[in-house]
């Protein structure tokens, strides 16, 4: 989904929104990637899993996606298209609706 928001956005409005739609989905796709990282890694300790690791990890996703929103929009400044961003950042949220509209999720 992120891919394809950058695109339709990079098509539509040019390189300036490609790449705010990049950023508004990279926003997402770290802290997520860093947390499913960190959930897979608890999984082959034995004994070292623990439901607090789960909920620390959401907050640090939370933390670090409204973090890396604040940090794009100081150093973007007006180079920011905020539509793009937006979309890339809520087609990236929501791209696992699609996931098991389409049976992909088991």
Same mark, same amino acid.
């Given at each position: 989904?992120?891919?394809? =928001?950058?695109?339709?956005?990079? &098509?539509?409005?040019?390189?300036? =929104?490609?790449? !705010?739609? $990049?950023? &508004? =989905? %990279? #926003?997402?796709?770290?802290?997520?990637? @860093?947390? #499913? $990282?960190?959930?897979? @890694?608890? /999984?082959? +300790?034995?004994?070292? /899993?623990?439901?607090?690791?789960?909920?620390?990890?959401?907050?640090?996703?939370?933390?670090?996606?409204?973090?890396? $929103?604040?940090? =794009?929009? +100081?150093?973007? %400044?007006? +180079?920011?298209?905020?539509?793009?961003?937006?979309?890339?950042?809520?087609? /990236?949220?929501? &791209?696992?609706?699609?996931?098991?509209?389409?049976?992909?999720? !088991?």
């Amino acid at each position: 989904m992120a891919v394809l =928001a950058t695109a339709i956005a990079w &098509g539509v409005a040019g390189t300036a =929104a490609g790449i !705010s739609a $990049l950023v &508004g =989905a %990279g #926003a997402y796709l770290v802290p997520n990637t @860093l947390f #499913a $990282l960190r959930l897979l @890694l608890d /999984t082959h +300790r034995p004994g070292q /899993t623990n439901p607090f690791t789960f909920f620390l990890g959401e907050a640090f996703k939370l933390v670090a996606t409204v973090l890396l $929103l604040w940090l =794009a929009v +100081r150093l973007g %400044g007006d +180079r920011i298209v905020w539509p793009a961003m937006l979309v890339g950042l809520i087609c /990236t949220l929501k &791209g696992y609706v699609l996931l098991l509209m389409f049976g992909k999720l !088991s």
